[in-house]
């Protein structure tokens, strides 16, 4: 109840401010699911546009909102969702920052003990008088003379050195994949299944200028996707002057919404010549 007083103000406000006049050139008021584009000069436009429709299309009608702006403040975000029952969408979509994966030290190298420095032992000669050589054999004859010399035995040879294990590299951390980003059409295309009627923008962004900005390829998508859907171009005008960008006071001003003859997907037509053509036909509606 309390939605639905409040709607029936700030209809009455946005009339005693606008006039929010209707003209329906093209095709008449009626209740069947539409896809309204019009162009986009301010953010009263949602408003604007909601208001010119007559009752029974005003329940059916779903207009968009940009969530950084409509849902900023508790009090916005009710008269959105409560009021005009809007569509809220994303302007800017950042991916999450992937974190990054820590990679493990390498293992610590294995090195070769290293050789001994410490002075080798010192041998005494002995002053013993030599004893009478004996015949022996060749293969006896080291180890005879050293006893009879006395002398300490030859140190074994050294162990050959032992080779360092191989370094294993370690390897590259794999990065984990990104998450898909949202597809922004999403809630505009579950508003349509469910039967509703929007009203889109297909620039994107309000205009500087007289004319509309090139449109975005949205509208194409939608269009495809739902070929049944009647799709209506709209020209707003002079609400740019009743609220500016930048502006919050509103400036009372007569205003205007065209309503167009309704426009389709030709069979074969490519997205680019499309979205030139319903452009064109919302300029076109600026001089009706």
């Known amino acids: 109840m309390l939605a639905k007083l409040t709607g029936w103000l700030l209809l009455g406000i946005v009339r005693l401010?606008?006039?929010?006049q209707a003209r329906w050139y093209g095709c008449p008021p009626k209740a069947e699911q539409r896809i309204y584009f019009a162009n986009h000069q301010s953010h009263?436009?949602?408003?604007m546009i909601w208001a010119a429709l007559p009752e029974e299309l005003r329940s059916i009608t779903r207009p968009i909102a940009a969530r950084d702006y409509w849902?900023?403040?508790p009090f916005k975000r009710w008269i959105t969702t409560?009021?005009?029952n809007a569509v809220y969408v994303e302007r800017a979509a950042t991916a999450p920052a992937t974190a990054a994966t820590p990679v493990a030290p390498p293992p610590p190298e294995v090195r070769p003990p290293a050789a001994s420095n410490a002075p080798a032992e010192r041998i005494e000669p002995s002053m013993e008088p030599l004893l009478p050589i004996e015949t022996i054999t060749v293969a006896e004859a080291p180890q005879e003379i050293q006893g009879q010399?006395?002398?300490p035995a030859p140190p074994p040879p050294p162990p050959p050195p032992v080779a360092p294990p191989p370094v294993i590299e370690p390897e590259a951390p794999v990065a984990a994949p990104e998450p898909p980003a949202a597809d922004p059409l999403a809630p505009l295309i579950d508003a349509l299944r469910s039967g509703d009627s929007i009203i889109i923008f297909p620039e994107g962004t309000r205009g500087h200028t007289g004319e509309p900005q090139k449109f975005k390829s949205g509208l194409y998508a939608l269009a495809t996707m739902f070929p049944d859907v009647v799709l209506v171009p709209a020209w707003i005008d002079n609400v740019q002057r009743v609220m500016p960008k930048g502006e919050i006071v509103p400036v009372p001003i007569l205003c205007s919404v065209t309503f167009g003859a309704p426009i389709r997907v030709e069979e074969g037509e490519e997205r680019r010549p499309f979205l030139d053509r319903a452009r064109a036909a919302v300029i076109a509606l600026r001089d009706v």
């Open 17 to 20: 401010l606008t006039g929010a």
């Open 44 to 47: 009263a436009d949602l408003v």
């Open 71 to 73: 849902a900023n403040t």
């Open 82 to 84: 409560e009021v005009f």
């Open 149 to 151: 010399l006395d002398l």
